[in-house]
């Protein structure tokens, strides 16, 4: 018998144009959302498996499992205002997709093909482990990864859908007495030690490492926050910058990495020089549509814009001039902009802009452009990977499929 026929689907009340399940789960911000039918997605969240499902006026939900009830985080009846909370739809994303074309007149366009792609308000703890895994890594196999950890040191439910595996605690993981050759085995490699130093420290150093994670999205100070969070093993600046943006609530943090580069570079260097004239530069490669800058900060962007227009290869400097760019563009929610140029980026690379330009009229349109996403983005699930097992200090743990890797590839 299948989930449909014994779980009744509850309506969250929010139209596509506000929430896309199909852009929002696969575009580099979660990485265990599991595409379990058409249009449907399914995760273990807060010892509870969600199931999601994207119609053409709106996104249902149910929970097709739990953990016994003394170890459930959110009690059944609150799942409606936990999910708001995760995608934030405290937001009206129509409202900033409105500022930003004010500013930037190509969100026109974005926020017609990234219709409904939001930033989420992730578990804390989750975005920090997932996030250590993405350094100089790709979404496919960060899902591996990630999938890989939970079914070592998550709870399993079983569901109609098939098993899902919570998000450990950190006191999970802490329990593990070799942690950096569990990790290893797992196929983390060099990260290994990331994870092992970063479990110490937080074991360490806080009574309740979840609890003072959770209590970083109480700091207003982004700058300080990153601060923070740099000091553990394996989060380097724009790890951090994930995770402030992701889970601690810190909405201008802008994560750079190369793609953001080259968008910054390609998108805004010559049409923000252009403001020096009447008429964009000659070499512009984007959109004539000027860029419209208050006056006082005009002369501050003209000068960010010098700079990257200088730059032939990426640096940590040149990457903080970018980062600083969409501050001053977009902020506030520079980040919330961020990831809307990101994903489309992402989704250009991948060929599969035609799916996401359909104005979701018709739930077969919906259902279409479902199925690219999941194939062009590489989030389905990676289980088959996982082939052999092995026994760590008289555990058992998975191995990865692709071996084991301690070192980092000229890849990553």
């Known amino acids: 018998m299948t989930a449909d026929n014994l779980v009744p689907w509850n309506d969250l009340n929010v139209s596509p144009s506000e929430l896309r399940l199909d852009q929002t789960l696969v575009c580099g911000q979660a ?78 366009i974005l926020r017609q093909t990234q219709l409904g792609v939001r930033a989420l308000r992730q578990p804390v703890t989750e975005s920090m482990f997932t996030f250590i895994a993405s350094s100089n890594n790709n979404i496919k196999r960060i899902t591996m990864l990630i999938d890989k950890l939970c079914r070592q040191y998550g709870y399993p439910i079983d569901t109609a859908k098939g098993t899902f595996y919570t ?98 570079k390609r998108r805004y260097v010559n049409r923000v020089l252009a403001l020096q004239s009447s008429k964009p530069t000659e070499e512009s490669t984007t959109s004539d549509l000027a860029i419209q800058v208050p006056d006082s900060k005009r002369d501050l962007v003209i000068a960010m814009a010098r700079e990257l227009a200088t730059a032939k290869t990426p640096t940590t400097k040149t990457y903080e001039t970018a980062q600083r760019l969409f501050v001053e563009l977009f902020s506030p929610h520079a980040g919330w902009a961020q990831l809307l140029l990101f994903s489309g980026d992402l989704e250009g690379a991948n060929g599969a802009g035609k799916a996401a330009k359909s104005s979701v009229k018709k739930e077969a349109q919906v259902k279409t452009a479902s199925k690219r996403k999941v194939v062009a983005k590489g989030s389905s699930t990676l289980s088959s990977n996982v082939s052999e097992s092995t026994k760590v200090n008289g555990r058992m743990v998975l191995r990865s499929g692709g071996g084991k890797r301690t070192k980092p590839s000229k890849a990553e």
């Open 167 to 264: 998000f450990p605690r950190v006191q999970d993981i802490a329990m593990d007495k070799d942690i950096e050759g569990t990790f290893t085995i797992l196929g983390f490699g060099y990260r290994a030690k990331y994870y092992a130093r970063t479990v110490e420290r937080l074991m360490k150093m806080h009574e309740d490492p979840e609890q003072f994670l959770l209590q970083l999205r109480a700091d207003s100070s982004w700058e300080a926050v990153k601060e923070q969070l740099t000091q553990f093993s394996g989060v380097g600046p724009k790890v951090a910058d994930c995770i402030c943006l992701t889970s601690l609530d810190k909405i201008d943090a802008v994560p750079v990495d190369t793609h953001i580069w080259q968008i910054a």
């Open 31 to 108: 990485f265990r959302w599991k595409a379990t039918g058409e249009n449907e997605w399914t995760c273990a969240l807060w010892d509870v498996v969600v199931d999601l499902k994207q119609t053409a006026e709106t996104v249902q939900y149910r929970i097709l499992g739990h953990r016994p009830i003394e170890y459930t985080r959110i009690p059944e009846e609150f799942l409606p205002d936990a999910l708001c909370d995760y995608f934030q739809l405290s937001e009206n994303l129509g409202s900033l997709c409105d500022r930003w074309t004010s500013v930037d007149p190509d969100f026109a």
